[in-house]
């Protein structure tokens, strides 16, 4: 499990690193919401814990733009603001949870693990967006009923890209998960863009709604919106 903390107090984020690293968790942790934001598009997390007093960007902010873009991580808010508004307005902006400052650290690490596991688990044999269904056991693709061939890699690339739920991932990312590049390698080709049009040509093509999207200056997504 990885969870991103954006916390701007060191003796908090640190004391809920170690409860999470305590708990089996991968943890990150961003000082500020635009560091947090930019963290939460570039990689993938199981949950997100975010502070809602933030330097820059606050949480509010931060959350609003992720559910922007269509990023559908779970968020589990963090305040000093125990206020009912707050609380109603951060689960209005899509928050999963909501704890006001001071919390356990216990309680935080359990609310976690409910957060991760309501997602949609990376092992899940099946995942279905729209008319495409991917069947992880069988590595079997489907549209509209009708079974698609895939290569090895371009099944991969499809699997990264429907299990980051929606998410625009870049192509450094993609190197590195699809294609195991070292972080920051770049190959100097275009082996991103070239299997993204063999992706279509098989997937989006014969249909008139499409699912793969090109997200400008962000990455490329799957998903059955814009």
């Not at 908090?12 to 000082?31: F, M, N, Q, S, Y």
């Not at 933030?54 to 559908?72: F, I, K, N, Q, S």
């Amino acid at each position: 499990m990885r969870v991103l903390v954006v916390e701007d107090q060191t003796k908090i984020a640190r004391a809920l690193e170690t409860a999470l690293a305590a708990d089996g968790a991968e943890v990150v942790i961003a000082g500020d919401g635009d560091r947090g934001l930019q963290l939460a598009l570039e990689s993938r997390f199981d949950v997100v814990v975010l502070d809602i007093m933030l330097p820059g960007l606050d949480g509010l902010e931060v959350l609003r733009e992720l559910r922007a873009r269509h990023h559908t991580t779970p968020v589990l808010l963090l305040s000093a603001r125990g206020e009912v508004d707050d609380r109603i307005r951060g689960l209005d902006l899509g928050a999963d949870d909501y704890l006001p400052k001071p919390f356990v650290l216990a309680e935080v690490t359990a609310r976690v693990r409910v957060l991760a596991r309501r997602a949609a688990p990376a092992d899940a044999p099946r995942l279905v967006i729209a008319d495409l269904s991917i069947d992880f056991l069988r590595h079997e693709v489907k549209r509209g009923g009708h079974r698609i061939d895939l290569t090895t890699r371009e099944l991969r690339l499809l699997t990264y890209l429907a299990r980051a739920n929606g998410r625009a991932c870049p192509r450094d990312e993609l190197h590195q998960q699809v294609w195991d590049y070292a972080p920051g390698y770049d190959p100097g080709t275009n082996v991103v863009q070239v299997a993204m049009v063999r992706l279509r040509e098989k997937l989006d093509a014969p249909f008139k709604r499409k699912l793969i999207h090109t997200v400008f200056a962000e990455g490329y997504a799957v998903r059955d919106t814009p």
